[in-house]
């Protein structure tokens, strides 16, 4: 843990915004239905960018996982580690 800092990733609004900005880019709702589909590596369009999009949500996540995320049980853990060594 960084400076013994407890950080809870559920009050930072840009946290929020960028997870929903992510996943509206993994719905294809902004295609046209009747627009022509290309394919690119064997996949449809709108089926492609919902791949990268899943990609992106995931690497973002664990993102957050890793920088963001450092709650009050790992501190009790470390402790709790502590006392049954001693």
Same mark, same amino acid.
């Given at each position: ?47 492609f960018?919902?791949? *990268?999009?899943?990609? *992106? ?30």
């Amino acid at each position: 843990m960084k400076n013994g800092q407890v950080k809870e990733p559920i009050h930072k609004k840009w946290i929020w915004i960028v997870l929903a900005l992510i996943t509206l880019g993994i719905v294809p709702w902004y295609f046209p239905a009747a627009a022509t589909e290309p394919y690119i590596l064997g996949f449809p369009l709108w089926a492609f960018i919902s791949t *990268i999009f899943s990609i *992106i949500l995931c690497g973002y996540l664990s993102w957050l996982c890793v920088n963001e995320w450092n709650i009050v049980e790992d501190q009790e853990e470390a402790d709790k580690a502590k006392g049954d060594k001693g």
